[in-house]
């Protein structure tokens, strides 16, 4: 929900999509076609660049649960491998377009937000409802 939310702030989006990557966001599989594509740039084979992509992430998703690693360390794990060819400034570039990464969001929610509005003009009642305390 907080996807939807964030997308419906037209021109707020981008920031907050990158303050939510600079935290460690786990946006990072979204990316990993843009980096594969990079390597292959690179002169790097499609299964190595698959292979080096998916053991870095896995191995950071493993250290992040399993041992609390806090920060997302993967471009600089990605940056140091030599079997990808690509450094840390190329890498970093990738999220320079996070509306890259949404996809169909934004639409998604103009079209939920715009039937919301319907419902709640329909049931007026209903849109001022006020739900009772869960615990």
């Known amino acids: 929900m907080r996807l939807l939310i964030i997308g419906a702030l037209e021109g707020q989006l981008s920031e907050a999509t990158k303050l939510a990557m600079q935290g460690g966001a786990k ?44 920060d997302n360390d993967l471009f600089a794990r990605l940056a140091a491998d030599e079997r990808l060819g690509l450094d840390r400034v190329l890498l970093d570039g990738l999220l320079d377009e996070p509306m890259a990464f949404v996809g169909n969001a934004v639409a998604q929610t103009d079209t939920f937000c715009r039937q919301v509005a319907a419902l709640a003009e329909r049931y007026p009642s209903g849109a001022m409802y006020q739900p009772g305390s869960i615990l």
Do not use: F, N, P, Y
Request: glycine letters at 6%.
């Open 27 to 70: 946006v990072a599989h979204a990316a990993s076609i843009d980096i594969a594509m990079a390597s292959l740039r690179a002169g790097v084979g499609r299964e190595q660049a698959h292979e080096a992509i998916k053991e870095h992430a896995v191995a950071v998703a493993l250290a992040m649960r399993e041992t609390g690693q806090s």
